[in-house]
């Protein structure tokens, strides 16, 4: 398997891990807070806004279709914006590997990219998690381990 597929896989993985959080979970997880300010669900979406502004500073043309997520959205919207929006990543990341492995506005290059977006988007997750457990409403076993399951995500 050539790097760039390498680098896309790893991406894609990732995000099947955020969509099996977030089908994981009831409404009511889904609303509730962190201990001090936003709900899960804007977990959620800031996920997706910074994969919007990497997107608007490293491939303005890869954008289009994709919009912010308001308000507080419900479930099946965060899910069809962090699969638009980790489709425009991977588009990003096979061409940044095809054109010499720069990322336009980020250094050091294409793998690191990767690596800061996923660090980033597991710093969340975490949050998520730690997050339903001071709510009393923590993920199951099962969940809290699938989340670690790469190899059949």
Same mark, same amino acid.
């Given at each position: 398997? @050539?790097?760039? #597929?390498?680098?896309?896989? /790893?991406?894609?993985? =990732?995000?099947?891990? =955020?969509?099996?959080?977030?089908?994981?979970?009831?409404? #009511?997880?889904?609303?509730?807070?962190?201990?001090?300010?936003?709900?899960?669900?804007?977990?959620?979406?800031?996920?997706?806004?910074?994969?919007?502004?990497?997107?608007?500073?490293? *491939?303005?043309? %890869?954008?289009?279709? %994709? #919009?912010?997520? @308001?308000?507080?959205?419900?479930?099946? /919207?965060?899910?069809?914006?962090?699969?638009?929006?980790?489709?425009?990543?991977?588009?990003?990341?096979?061409? /940044?590997?095809?054109? +010499? +492995?720069?990322?336009?506005?980020?250094?050091?290059?294409?793998?690191?990219?990767?690596?800061?977006?996923?660090?980033?988007?597991?710093?969340?997750?975490?949050?998520? !998690?730690? *997050?339903?457990?001071?709510?009393?409403?923590?993920? /199951?076993?099962?969940?809290?381990?699938?989340?670690? !399951?790469?190899?059949?995500?």
């Amino acid at each position: 398997m @050539e790097l760039a #597929e390498q680098l896309v896989d /790893t991406w894609n993985i =990732h995000n099947r891990i =955020h969509l099996y959080l977030l089908d994981s979970l009831s409404s #009511e997880q889904l609303a509730s807070p962190l201990a001090k300010g936003k709900a899960v669900s804007s977990q959620f979406s800031h996920i997706h806004q910074v994969r919007l502004m990497w997107l608007k500073a490293s *491939a303005p043309d %890869l954008l289009d279709g %994709l #919009e912010k997520i @308001e308000g507080a959205p419900d479930g099946a /919207t965060i899910s069809r914006s962090l699969i638009a929006s980790s489709e425009a990543i991977a588009k990003l990341i096979a061409s /940044t590997v095809e054109s +010499g +492995g720069r990322v336009k506005n980020f250094k050091p290059h294409v793998s690191g990219f990767v690596g800061y977006l996923i660090s980033h988007e597991s710093h969340h997750r975490g949050q998520i !998690e730690l *997050a339903l457990r001071q709510a009393g409403l923590p993920l /199951t076993d099962k969940v809290s381990f699938g989340l670690w !399951e790469w190899g059949t995500r």
